[in-house]
């Protein structure tokens, strides 16, 4: 059975740090371009990073870059996102999805296939 699965989201305080990881199971994920997203109440989903399959080569959203940090550890069969510097306008459930590539539209969600059920990420004082 194919499943992917987000863990690591939480509450913390303006300007602290969160590692979320996606793990997966039934398949290897070193296979796979990987996205992460996030949708925040009320708005739509978007994306916030995107690493290749091939070569690990990422994509960021303007609104994260300097700040996240996706990678990738085959040998766990996880996808990481590091969260720096975070801010209230993060707070949002995160998800992570598998993709071919990360394309020019890595940021579409019709870009992607299975979905994990998201982790709540909670940026407040």
């Known amino acids: 059975q194919v499943q992917i699965v987000e863990s690591g989201g939480g509450l913390v305080q303006p300007g602290g740090s969160l590692r979320l990881s996606c793990a997966a199971s039934?398949?290897?994920?070193?296979?796979?371009?990987i996205g992460w997203f996030r949708q925040a109440p009320g708005k739509e989903r978007e994306g916030v990073s995107c690493i290749t399959s091939s070569d690990d080569s990422t994509n960021y959203a303007d609104s994260v870059k300097g700040r996240f940090t996706i990678s990738r550890d085959n040998a766990k069969n996880t996808v990481y996102l590091q969260m720096n510097s975070l801010k209230p306008e993060d707070t949002a459930v995160y998800y992570c999805?598998?993709?071919?590539?990360?394309?020019?539209?890595?940021?579409?969600?019709?870009?992607?296939?299975?979905w994990g059920q998201g982790t709540q990420v909670t940026v407040s004082s």
């Open positions: 999805a598998t993709a071919g590539i990360c394309g020019t539209t890595w940021y579409r969600e019709y870009e992607y296939d299975y």
């Open positions: 039934g398949f290897t994920l070193h296979y796979y371009a």
